[in-house]
Each structure stands twice: as C-alpha cells, then as structure tokens.
C-alpha cells in the first residue's frame, strides 16, 4: 500500500541555520506529494505541494522538488526563523482516492535563537 | 478566509461515557475526513466522506466509533462507549475532489482534544 517516511525528530536548529528534513514515499502510479505544518495547538495547514514528477512546490522560503527516480520529497530551506519551529508532516495523495491524505510520522523542528 | 470549525475544542470525559464530536466542513467542499493524532500512532484516517456518502472507514474500530453526515454543513464523530486509548486530538478536514486528481488540497480544523479518564 501507500506509505511515507520521514526523518526521526527532533531536529534542532539555530537561527539562520540550512534546514533540510527527508521524506520518501512508496505508492502506485503517480501520487500528489504535499508538506503540512502544524504549530502548537493548532491543525494542519498546507505549506506546499507538488502533482507531478520534477515540479517544485515553493512557499514562506521553503522548497520542495518531487523526484520520481529516488521517489523523494525532501522539504529544504535556506535560512530558519524561530517562528518555523512547529511539526512538519509530509503526505501523498492518489488519483483515486478522492483526496485522501496518507502521512508520515512527522518531524519536529525546534529553532533556538 | 473559510475554515472548518470543530467542537468542542477540548473535552474531558469518564470511561464508558458517550463523546460526540461536531465538525462544520467549508461550504461548497465535498470531502470531509476525519483523522486522529496520537503520539504513538502519528496521524491515522479513521473515515471519509464524499457528498455526504461514506465512502471508507475502515480505519475506525467499528464496535465503539460511528462517523455520520447528516447534512452537508455537519460532520459527526461518536465514540460510545470511550475508553482511556482514544485519548488523542481528533481532526476534521474537508476539500473540493473529483476523482482522478488527487493535488486539491485539505483545509484541517483546528481539532478536538479528548481526553478519556
């Protein structure tokens, strides 16, 4: 079945540090890949996506490509604020089921200042 | 901007007591589903709706939970009776899907924490 893996947290970063947190999939046919954020006390929200093989959903300075060859969605940005400390959930979506979201464990990410 | 509003925000209840939980999907969304959080677990999908239809909840124990939809403004979620293990955060998330395209996207409500004791 349809699955996704993520790196163990937490991940803990100073300011302006390089973030990168790895996810990898395993799915039939050409899934939909997405990054929800969740900060404390609040549900998910979505934070990018992807639908097709080497397109690069981008927002807030984070930056996803999907790679079909490696089946990966690693989430990267360049320079962290202590306001992205939350839960970062990456998920997959296939053409038949109606939007239904498989996630992975997450990934909690602290920035110190 | 829409949202999906869930009730109650946080509830605390007994063993063996019945826990209903509300969910008010965006208007003119078509899915709703219902997930639950837990530490253990991560995020499971435990039912989905599609124009009000079930359409899998296999991922629901079925002796203790029911999800209904009674209209298109109304998600439900029942737990009767509770137990200590459904102890967790519990999302309602509704979306605009045809089937085929799986990039629409899912708008979470800010969840149901429960706690059972």
């Known amino acids: 079945g349809n699955s996704v893996t993520q790196m163990e947290g937490p991940v803990t970063l100073s300011e302006e540090a390089f973030l990168t947190i790895n996810c990898t999939y395993t799915?039939?046919?050409?899934?939909?890949l997405f990054w929800y954020v969740q900060y404390p006390g609040e549900g998910l929200q979505l934070l990018l996506k992807?639908?097709?093989?080497?397109d690069k959903g981008s927002n807030k300075g984070f930056e996803a490509t999907y790679r079909k060859e490696t089946t990966s969605f690693h989430l990267e940005k360049g320079s962290v604020q202590v306001s992205d400390s939350a839960v970062y959930f990456c998920a997959l979506s296939d053409r038949t089921g109606y939007n239904k979201l498989i996630f992975g464990a997450g990934t909690r990410l602290a920035v110190h200042p | 901007d829409a949202r999906v509003t869930q009730t109650p925000r946080h509830k605390v209840t007994e063993m063996g007591q019945e826990v209903t939980m509300r969910c008010q999907p965006i208007l003119g969304h078509n899915t709703v589903f219902w997930y639950r959080q837990t530490m253990m677990q991560g995020l499971e999908l435990l039912a989905y709706?599609?124009?009000?239809?079930?359409?899998?909840d296999s991922g629901m124990p079925k002796d203790r939970f029911s999800a209904e939809m009674p209209d298109a403004t109304l998600a439900t979620l029942k737990i009767q009776p509770s137990e200590p293990r459904d102890s967790a955060v519990y999302f309602c998330?509704?979306?605009?899907?045809?089937?085929?395209?799986?990039?629409?996207?899912?708008?979470f409500g800010a969840g149901s924490r429960l706690t059972v004791l």
């Open positions: 992807a639908t097709k093989a080497d």
């Open positions: 998330a509704s979306g605009l899907s045809t089937q085929g395209s799986g990039a629409n996207v899912l708008t």
């Open positions: 799915a039939t046919g050409y899934p939909s």
């Open positions: 709706f599609r124009n009000r239809a079930p359409l899998d």
